[in-house]
């Protein structure tokens, strides 16, 4: 049994580009499935009429799902990046006028939603066939940011304040 598996393990290493490549392309192709979904929705909320072709239509979903992952990209580099600047703002006298103190983490909270409310209104906009009203896109874009900042403080709430984890679960709650 053992040089069954041993074998199996050195196929896997010897194809390890090959296996990563399809993997890769596998990825790509089910997160595009995603981006399908949302756009046979956003047709429907958004009235489009005339839908676009199977291969055009999963082409542009294959442009998102990679614009989305550098969206990730970038903000995994901006948080380091601000958190650098906040640092130099206590360590250099000339930046010290940019604390706010309690102001500050607030500011922040904003910076997010304001990005948020963004990248919701690129989705809205480039997503669906047609492109629908921006007065639409933006409103649909400012309540999208403000559930997607409200949703993981009240299900903080909830987990916190109004659930029953240890009656229900016992130790198994831990």
């Given at each position: 049994m053992k040089e069954l598996v041993d074998s199996r393990v050195q196929e896997v290493i010897a194809r390890k580009k090959i296996a990563g490549w399809l993997g890769g392309a596998g990825l790509l192709f089910a997160a595009s499935g995603w981006f399908t979904g949302?756009?046979?929705?956003?047709?429907?909320?958004?009235?489009?009429?005339?839908a676009a072709s199977t291969v055009r239509g999963k082409l542009k979903d294959f442009g998102m799902v990679l614009f989305v992952v550098l969206l990730f990209v970038a903000s995994l580099l901006l948080v380091p990046a601000l958190q650098v600047f906040q640092q130099l703002t206590g360590q250099i006298s000339a930046l010290s006028g940019?604390?706010?103190g309690?102001?500050?983490?607030?500011?922040?909270?904003?910076?997010?939603?304001?990005?948020?409310?963004?990248?919701?209104?690129?989705?809205?906009?480039?997503?669906?066939?047609?492109?629908?009203?921006?007065?639409?896109?933006?409103?649909?874009?400012?309540?999208?940011?403000?559930?997607?900042?409200?949703?993981?403080?009240?299900?903080?709430?909830?987990l916190l304040e109004l659930s029953t984890w240890g009656r229900v679960y016992g130790a198994y709650a831990v």
């Open positions: 949302m756009r046979t929705v956003l047709n429907l909320i958004f009235r489009v009429e005339k940019l604390r706010f309690l102001l500050e983490e607030r500011l922040i909270q904003l910076i997010a939603l304001f990005a948020f409310g963004c990248v919701n209104f690129v989705l809205f906009y480039m997503i669906p066939d047609e492109k629908p009203p921006k007065r639409a896109v933006v409103v649909s874009a400012i309540w999208a940011a403000i559930m997607q900042d409200l949703s993981p403080r009240l299900f903080g709430f909830y």
